[in-house]
């Protein structure tokens, strides 16, 4: 965490000074805003703490309960989420409070009595180490609260305005806020009384019900697998020995779903209810919490629940369904307008709970979405850019939705119907990847470029997210991990990882820096605003070959060390060099002779060239952001 350099700071540094829109913000929703957010899940919660750190953006987030979520139905947190978190600045607390998944148990029926069950196999959560992060289980009530507070935290000081129903909305042609907002009270001696707000865009959250996504005419497609589970969470008094661990048990009575909750205490269970009828018409939701624990019961024998206390129960049919698009531009509209109105979350894809995506795959919508809207308003970027948002989330939802037919289908499946007795835990381990969120991978378009020099970083594949990796700080020789910098701040990170040569050696990473610095070609001197600070919109580090102590910071280029904040204070958290036990170009790939990486806000990469390729870095981001004029340094 870096501070001080607006002047010492004595109180909590994670609380920054309030800017912009932050003064002085009212209570009462404003007649018009730049976003307005409605829903207040996981979509709509990160959407909004992206965009509260830009402070000439007036953005606020409605919900129709009168307070924060209490408990959350989604608990599972996969490592890319936790990967984010650190983006927000507080994977390390949640990662202190939650459960951490290692392994999982597979139970299926005893050959010798079938009536029984027996556990057959252990998987290895993360065999691989595919990231430095935890797979963890916490209620999304708590992943709620933390956006929240980097939300009130933020220069904007936005919090959540609750107890707002969305009635509808229209989109004007034109206008400087040309979408017009019907609200309701739903709370409080003001309930039913109606309002109308202005914005220049609507994101909706509003879950697999929203209301926004039908007032922009979008309607979900897909099937129903009927089939229908009942959920819980409980405390219990059990004999039953893996209840720490999470576990698969399919039984000859049906199949369950076991996963450990934070805390020590608390579980969740996915119990089996079995196939529905289609003319059931939802009489299945019925079933009672003490059917659901019976049922459970039957499945855990010869192993007894007695259930002491219930903190949240429910019954779901699973279902998979998709919507055709994630904004308001109809497909026959695409080219001839750019979007006002988004949807994200469970708003545009549902499936089943068991796979323990939903919740993550809707943050990376709302990370996604974030960044985009804020680059527009805040005039770094073009309104084209809104468009790829759609572009690039709906394919990851029905790759989501692929992949979870698959695994509901196996967990619903009786284990004497497989094929192999060991498909399930076989399927589990051969595809973590996916469920750990980092199969995600955009295809090239403005914001990905084509992988013409994939070779010179094959660690970093262009359009996934960019896998962090072990460095030492040149200054300090802390050990850190690189990609742990990327900030939810809306910037670019650009990682020149260095060639052969020492510092103050001529050579192609020495010309590459100065050609950053000065050349009326590069992007740190086109796109910086002449008021920001010179890294506000680039953020750009190296890394070097040699060990740390090796490194001169006297001969390092001043592109590495740049000047911030109102005292040209000189930041040295830009300066690595590959990890003795870790070297960074042999774990990532990267070849010897140097490479630039460019990561998108969101930690996707966006592009690798060589140290000499300057006029194709130049060219990758003329589409993206609008030129300023701002001296060299």
Request: with cysteine; hydrophobic share 40%; charged share 25%.
């Amino acid at each position: 965490m870096q501070f001080h350099h607006h002047g010492y700071v004595s109180t909590d540094p994670r609380v920054q000074t309030i800017a912009g829109v932050g003064i002085d913000r009212p209570d009462e929703l404003p007649d018009n805003v730049d976003v307005l957010i409605v829903g207040t899940g996981p979509a709509g919660m990160i959407t909004a703490a992206q965009l509260s750190q830009f402070p000439r953006i007036t953005t606020r987030i409605i919900e129709r309960r009168g307070e924060r979520l209490a408990i959350g139905q989604a608990d599972g947190i996969q490592a890319r989420s936790v990967e984010t978190f650190q983006a927000f600045g507080f994977a390390e607390r949640i990662i202190a409070e939650a459960y951490h998944i290692t392994e999982m148990a597979f139970w299926k029926p005893d050959p010798a009595d079938p009536s029984r069950i027996i556990r057959t196999a252990r998987a290895v959560d993360d065999v691989t180490g595919i990231s430095e992060f935890p797979h963890l289980i916490v209620n999304q009530a708590r992943v709620l609260d933390y956006f929240a507070e980097v939300m009130f935290n933020s220069p904007t000081r936005m919090k959540p305005d609750y107890g707002w129903g969305f009635r509808g909305l229209e989109v004007a042609k034109e206008g400087e806020y040309p979408v017009t907002v019907k609200l309701v009270h739903t709370t409080g001696e003001r309930e039913g009384e109606e309002r109308t707000i202005h914005a220049k865009y609507v994101v909706g959250a509003d879950g697999a019900r929203s209301g926004v996504r039908e007032s922009i005419g979008c309607t979900m497609a897909g099937d129903q697998a009927f089939h229908a589970w009942g959920v819980m969470d409980v405390l219990a008094v059990t004999d039953f020995p893996d209840i720490r661990t999470k576990c698969a048990i399919q039984s000859e009575f049906g199949s369950i779903l076991h996963i450990p909750r934070e805390g020590g205490y608390l579980f969740r269970m996915y119990v089996d209810l079995g196939e529905v009828a289609a003319d059931n018409r939802g009489a299945i939701r019925n079933t009672t919490i003490e059917e659901i624990i019976a049922k459970a019961n039957e499945i855990l024998h010869p192993y007894t629940l007695d259930v002491k206390n219930v903190a949240w129960h429910s019954v779901y049919e699973v279902a998979h369904r998709l919507t055709d698009r994630f904004d308001d531009v109809r497909l026959d509209e695409i080219g001839t307008r750019w979007p006002r109105v988004f949807i994200a979350g469970d708003a545009c894809h549902t499936h089943s709970a068991k796979a323990g995506q939903g919740m993550n795959v809707s943050m990376q919508d709302g990370f996604n979405l974030g960044w985009k809207l804020a680059h527009v308003l805040d005039g770094r970027s073009p309104e084209s850019l809104l468009g790829t948002y759609s572009a690039e989330r709906q394919v990851i939802a029905k790759n989501l939705i692929d992949f979870d037919k698959q695994w509901s289908s196996l967990m619903a499946a009786k284990p004497e119907d497989l094929d192999d007795p060991s498909e399930l835990e076989d399927f589990y381990t051969r595809t973590a990847e996916f469920p750990a969120g980092f199969m995600t991978q955009y295809p090239p378009s403005m914001l990905v470029g084509e992988a013409t020099h994939q070779g010179l970083a094959t660690g970093f594949p262009v359009g996934k997210r960019f896998k962090s990796a072990p460095v030492v700080r040149v200054a300090d020789a802390n050990r850190v991990h690189l990609g742990h910098h990327h900030r939810a701040d809306g910037r670019w990170r650009v990682y020149a990882f260095a060639d052969a040569a020492a510092p103050g050696e001529t050579s192609a990473l020495s010309e590459w820096a100065e050609w950053l610095q000065a050349s009326p070609e590069s992007p740190l001197v086109v796109h910086t605003p002449p008021e920001r600070d010179i890294d506000s919109v680039f953020d750009v580090k190296v890394v070097y070959q040699q060990p740390h102590t090796a490194v001169d910071i006297g001969r390092v280029p001043g592109a590495f060390l740049p000047r911030t904040g109102p005292y040209g204070l000189i930041d040295y958290e830009k300066l690595y060099a590959a990890h003795p036990g870790q070297d960074i170009f042999e774990l990532r790939g990267i070849d010897r002779g140097g490479a630039v990486v460019v990561v998108r806000p969101d930690q996707y990469v966006a592009n690798v060239l060589s140290l000499s390729a300057t006029a194709e870095l130049a060219a990758f981001f003329r589409p993206i952001l609008f030129a300023s004029t701002v001296p060299a340094v």
